[in-house]
């Protein structure tokens, strides 16, 4: 997995209406601490995992569909442990985004 970090003040809706929007196969990951300073989002045909957290971003590129999907449960189990709660991942009604996850085997984290 590269992982490629970098400080980029701003707000997580600069990412969410841009580089990391559905049109770009980006779906949010819904989790408790989201807010404007934090949020998530993945790319399951880049297998890309994306974080922004009050400026900090941090890019994961997989190098295959199973690190993904391992970086994926990897994600939603810290987020369960840390009390802040993984609530699934939003695939913003892209049916096409959807049917990726699916076929990742990574239904089950749909909502």
Same mark, same amino acid.
């Given at each position: 997995?590269?992982?490629?970090? $970098?400080?980029? #003040?701003?707000?997580?809706?600069? !990412?969410?209406?841009?580089?990391?929007?559905? /049109?770009?196969?980006? &779906?949010?990951?819904?989790?408790?601490?989201? &807010?404007? !300073? !934090?949020?998530?989002?993945?790319? #399951?045909?880049?297998?890309?995992?994306?974080? !922004?957290? $009050? +400026?900090?971003?941090?890019?994961?590129? &997989? %190098?295959?569909? $199973? %690190?993904?999907?391992? &970086?994926?449960? %990897? *994600?939603? /189990?810290?987020?369960? %442990?840390?009390?802040? +709660?993984? /609530?699934?991942?939003?695939?913003?009604?892209?049916?096409?985004?959807?049917?990726?996850?699916?076929? *990742?085997?990574?239904?089950? *984290?749909?909502?």
């Amino acid at each position: 997995m590269k992982t490629t970090r $970098e400080f980029l #003040p701003s707000d997580r809706y600069r !990412y969410d209406w841009g580089l990391c929007s559905s /049109k770009n196969g980006f &779906a949010q990951v819904d989790t408790g601490q989201d &807010a404007e !300073y !934090y949020g998530t989002w993945a790319n #399951p045909f880049k297998l890309i995992i994306f974080n !922004y957290c $009050e +400026g900090d971003t941090t890019l994961q590129q &997989a %190098e295959t569909k $199973e %690190e993904f999907v391992t &970086a994926m449960l %990897e *994600l939603k /189990k810290w987020q369960d %442990e840390s009390g802040h +709660g993984f /609530k699934g991942i939003d695939c913003m009604c892209k049916d096409n985004i959807e049917k990726e996850f699916i076929g *990742l085997g990574l239904g089950d *984290l749909l909502h």
